[in-house]
């Protein structure tokens, strides 16, 4: 370790006889603070948020978030001032096209949902999809299970290549796959009716592998976008991270909001004004292909808009990587991971198994309400209205979460767990009385089915779907998402066998539990990343690779941002505010005298390599060349020497 003498601001002390602070000036400390340290983790005494005592951490938290929305209003209000448009600009620029290739999932997958009891319905193919006469029972069954494995596929093996060849190429080849399956989604039929099932089944079993691919891809280059590339963390990563991230991911749900639309309005064009059985088979036709036609004019677009306005989706990972000196697949990275994060894995993948049991279980209320309210009906047009309203109240869980979910008070951890638990309620009521909310207490039934579908969203839908990459390193974020969310399509599939061979109130009384298996396994292994700086996870994970982890101090293994399993194994014993403060100053040191090395390297034409002669501030780069021990003329005169030797 290298001393740098009596001046080293913070630095360990390595000689035992100098001042640590000596020489700092004022403003040189606040400069340090305001790097190190910023005001809205920090207070004026430089503690962090989650040392504070309760009390005053409320006081903190509450004070900054109500400044931050007032300069946020305020910013809103100029930007309406200058030009009245212009939010409507920003929020369609920074929520909308990122979570576009989402958005348009969310429309095609909910539309699977619709268009099959459309094809079973009275007058159209009822014989193929309800009776099963001419065409094979399996094969209808298919169609959900191939989907669902397609997505399977996807979010493994789009995971990995987003972390191999960048994230850019993934979110490109998503959206040509997408493309090219609503292609054959739109097109597909066969000689018979039965050939058309299969054709229909593999073309959703390919569109499925670009949807699976959307998950991992949105979602880590949604956050490292969020976070940046330099080397300094931003406020933006800090406040509203989870906000950026959500705010793409539910535009799944307005997806799924304007597919229901536009088949409503498509059935009563093409069936002369009138929603109502029995439909003709060229109306069905006509509805489903044209609904399937019109997400693929928005995906082509987004195959130009991926491939030529997002060039540097892929920086931070880069970065990453040049960092460890790994060019293709970090396999080393990987290993780490399973080693260090491997319990995580159970609160990412197993929660989100867990919520897509219930994300399925949502459903069974419906269907039964309907029956109890308006009778036994051929119409599509009811469930198609409820569906409506369902996807209006899951929007507002949609948002709800998105504005609340980067509160340092609520945050993720307490968010999921909540939200579970809220479905667990729902769901175990009318599992033990059902025969009472069937029939006479059927609005207390509506009521705890909309209320189900509001916790899902405001609760483990939106948390899994961020905490799935933002708990992991950036060289297997992918992965490790991909992973998840692929474990999560399995509980999804696990619903779809399941309920095959179960009774309705049976089903009330299986799924009730997943939501205290997930409520379980987040309490246990789920860290929580609320308030932390996505640098400091990284920072932390160069220690890790470098076989250094009790070397790390610093906030990523704070208690507040551990899981209950790792604080138990003792992983937040290192933890070390005042230490981990000089530990930064040391290698903000490093990495200016690296600079500068490569600067004088580069007058001598020795080096090729672009140096970034912007990290730090004037006040600091003015500090560190004032007491440094190795001033860049000892660096320069030795570079002179050697060339004049021929070295």
Same mark, same amino acid.
């Given at each position: 370790?290298? @001393? ?127 009776? &099963? ?138 069936? /002369? ?56 697949? @970090? ?66 869980? &949609? ?153 790390? /101090? ?61 990290? &730090? ?31």
């Amino acid at each position: 370790m290298t @001393d740098y003498g009596p001046a080293a601001p913070h630095g360990p002390d390595m000689s035992g006889h100098h001042n640590p602070i000596h020489e700092i000036t004022e403003n040189e400390r606040q400069i340090f603070q305001y790097l190190i340290r910023p005001d809205d983790s920090y207070d004026e005494h430089g503690v962090y948020w989650a040392d504070m005592p309760i009390g005053k951490r409320i006081k903190f938290v509450t004070n900054y978030d109500n400044a931050e929305a007032k300069r946020e209003l305020s910013a809103i209000g100029s930007m309406t001032k200058a030009d009245p448009l212009s939010p409507i600009s920003y929020y369609f620029r920074n929520m909308v096209l990122p979570g576009a290739g989402l958005g348009l999932e969310g429309y095609v997958l909910f539309s699977i949902g619709n268009v099959q009891p459309m094809f079973a319905a009275e007058g159209a193919f009822q014989t193929c999809w309800s009776t &099963y006469k001419i065409c094979s029972e399996n094969w209808i069954a298919a169609v959900a299970y191939l989907e669902i494995i397609g997505i399977i596929v996807g979010q493994i093996l789009v995971g990995i290549l987003g972390d191999w060849l960048g994230r850019r190429w993934g979110l490109i080849q998503d959206a040509v796959i997408m493309f090219l399956g609503l292609i054959m989604l739109t097109a597909s039929w066969g000689t018979t009716q039965n050939g058309w099932v299969i054709c229909y089944a593999w073309s959703l079993f390919f569109y499925g592998i670009g949807v699976g691919g959307e998950y991992p891809m949105t979602a880590t280059s949604g956050m490292e976008n969020a976070v940046g590339s330099g080397k300094i963390s931003t406020k933006e990563d800090r406040l509203h991270r989870g906000r950026k991230v959500t705010s793409a991911f539910l535009m799944q749900g307005w997806g799924q909001f304007f597919n229901q639309v536009i088949l409503i309005l498509l059935l009563i064009i093409f069936h /002369h004004g009138s929603g109502n059985a029995p439909y003709s088979q060229v109306a069905v036709q006509w509805t489903y292909r044209v609904s399937f036609a019109i997400p693929a004019v928005g995906t082509l677009w987004l195959v130009y808009y991926r491939t030529y306005k997002m060039r540097s989706a892929s920086k931070q990972l880069n970065a990453a990587k040049k960092k460890s000196k790994v060019t293709g697949y @970090d396999t080393k990275s990987l290993k780490l991971t399973f080693t260090y994060f491997g319990p995580r894995l159970l609160a990412t993948a197993g929660g989100w198994y867990a919520n897509d049991i219930f994300f399925y279980g949502n459903k069974l209320f419906q269907s039964v309400f309907i029956t109890a309210i308006i009778g036994k009906t051929t119409s599509l047009m009811p469930n198609w209205l409820y569906n409506l309203v369902n996807i209006g109240v899951s929007l507002a869980g &949609y948002y709800l979460a998105s504005f609340l979910i980067d509160n340092k008070l609520y945050g993720r951890k307490n968010m999921q767990i909540v939200g579970f638990l809220m479905d667990f309620i729902f769901f175990v009521v009318p599992a033990f009385n059902y025969t009472y909310y069937s029939t006479t207490g059927i609005h207390a039934f509506q009521a705890m089915y909309f209320l189900s579908s509001f916790f899902n969203q405001f609760g483990p839908n939106a948390v899994t779907f961020l905490v799935a990459a933002e708990v992991y390193p950036t060289p297997i974020r992918a992965t490790a998402h991909g992973f998840s969310a692929a474990f999560g399509k399995l509980g999804a599939l696990t619903a779809a066998v399941m309920y095959s061979y179960i009774t309705t109130q049976q089903k009330f009384y299986v799924v009730p539990w997943f939501g205290l298996v997930g409520v379980i396994l987040t309490v246990v292994f789920l860290p929580d990343t609320t308030g932390l700086d996505l640098k400091e996870q990284e920072r932390r994970w160069q220690y890790i690779r470098a076989g250094r982890e009790e070397d790390y /101090h610093g906030v990523a293994v704070h208690p507040k941002h551990l899981s209950l399993y790792e604080r138990f194994r003792g992983v937040g014993k290192h933890y070390d505010a005042d230490l981990d403060y000089k530990q930064k100053i040391q290698e903000m040191r490093a990495e200016w005298e690296s600079n500068e090395s490569r600067r004088y390297a580069e007058k001598a034409g020795e080096d090729d390599d672009v140096f970034d002669d912007s990290l &730090y501030s004037s006040g600091v780069s003015t500090y560190f060349e004032r007491t440094s021990q190795r001033p860049a003329m000892m660096h320069n005169e030795k570079v002179s020497d050697e060339s004049a030797n021929g070295v």
